[in-house]
């Protein structure tokens, strides 16, 4: 259960940020399950620590909405961007609950599979096809709140955020500009042939991509066991 309450918008203290990623990292401590990127993005988010402590089997994907575009975070309230006047409660509760602009939180293995050979990952902003109505209860926080995922899979993936910036380039998170780790290539595979995406020289082991890269070019990974966790 939560020590502090959740909220799915941006937290405006850098405080209560911390205290979110330091409650996450009391058990998500392999980096293979758990990017750094997703660890801060769902804290950005307020995402309930027990969302990270569930596994979606299959192809599926558990999604945690978050705000569509045209809006921007300012002084604890949400506006229209470049407006003066902020959204009423019941606008912003029926936006951030119907968007379909989504932070990708879990994933299923055969999603995983689909994500990586199309340069997406946990801990990637996306939207999907507002198909999917369930929505799974992950949490309740210190106010009684319920605190839901929602559980979609990953053909209805329509749009990543993240794999334009690994392809070209681009701004960060924290506003650095990040050089182009991924690259487009045409492979033969037998008879078979199609396009993947395929590492950088040089960036095999850069979180941002080490999922999408050969193991063969990686350094050894050892993941904590359960009982570390």
Same mark, same amino acid.
């Given at each position: 259960?939560?020590?502090? %309450?959740?909220?799915?918008?941006?937290?405006?203290?850098?405080?209560?940020?911390?205290?979110?990623?330091?409650?996450?990292?009391?058990?998500?401590?392999?980096?293979?399950?758990?990017?750094?990127?997703?660890?801060?993005?769902?804290?950005?988010? =307020?995402?309930?620590?027990?969302?990270?402590?569930? %596994?979606?089997?299959?192809?599926? !994907?558990?999604?945690?909405?978050?705000?569509?575009?045209?809006?921007?975070?300012?002084?604890? %309230?949400?506006?229209?961007? =470049?407006?003066?006047?902020?959204?009423?409660?019941?606008?912003?509760?029926?936006?951030?609950?119907?968007?379909?602009?989504?932070?990708?939180?879990?994933?299923?293995?055969?999603?995983?599979? %689909?994500?990586?050979?199309?340069?997406?990952?946990?801990?990637?902003?996306?939207?999907?096809? +507002?198909?999917?109505?369930?929505?799974?209860?992950?949490?309740?926080?210190?106010?009684?709140?319920?605190?839901? !995922?929602?559980?979609?899979?990953?053909?209805?993936?329509?749009?990543?955020?993240?794999?334009?910036?690994?392809?070209?380039?681009?701004?960060?998170?924290?506003?650095?500009?990040?050089?182009?780790?991924?690259?487009?290539?045409?492979?033969?595979?037998?008879?078979?042939?199609?396009?993947?995406?395929?590492?950088?020289?040089?960036?095999?082991?850069?979180?941002?991509? +080490?999922?999408?890269?050969?193991?063969?070019?990686?350094?050894?990974?050892?993941?904590?066991?359960?009982?570390?966790?």
């Amino acid at each position: 259960m939560l020590t502090t %309450q959740a909220r799915w918008e941006p937290l405006s203290l850098a405080a209560e940020k911390d205290k979110l990623l330091e409650e996450y990292r009391r058990f998500a401590k392999d980096p293979e399950l758990f990017p750094e990127r997703l660890l801060r993005r769902c804290a950005e988010w =307020g995402v309930a620590p027990n969302a990270l402590r569930v %596994q979606a089997p299959y192809d599926r !994907l558990l999604v945690a909405h978050i705000m569509p575009f045209g809006f921007e975070y300012r002084e604890g %309230q949400w506006y229209h961007k =470049g407006g003066a006047i902020a959204i009423p409660e019941r606008t912003y509760e029926r936006l951030k609950d119907t968007a379909p602009r989504v932070l990708i939180v879990n994933a299923g293995l055969g999603a995983l599979e %689909q994500l990586h050979s199309h340069g997406m990952d946990i801990g990637h902003y996306a939207t999907i096809l +507002r198909l999917s109505p369930y929505r799974v209860p992950v949490d309740i926080d210190s106010s009684g709140r319920a605190h839901y !995922l929602t559980a979609t899979r990953a053909a209805d993936l329509v749009l990543s955020e993240d794999t334009m910036r690994l392809l070209a380039g681009g701004v960060d998170d924290d506003g650095t500009e990040t050089p182009p780790k991924l690259r487009r290539r045409w492979v033969r595979r037998g008879e078979a042939s199609g396009y993947v995406y395929e590492v950088i020289e040089g960036f095999e082991n850069d979180p941002d991509v +080490r999922a999408f890269a050969d193991p063969s070019k990686q350094r050894a990974h050892d993941a904590p066991s359960f009982e570390d966790m």
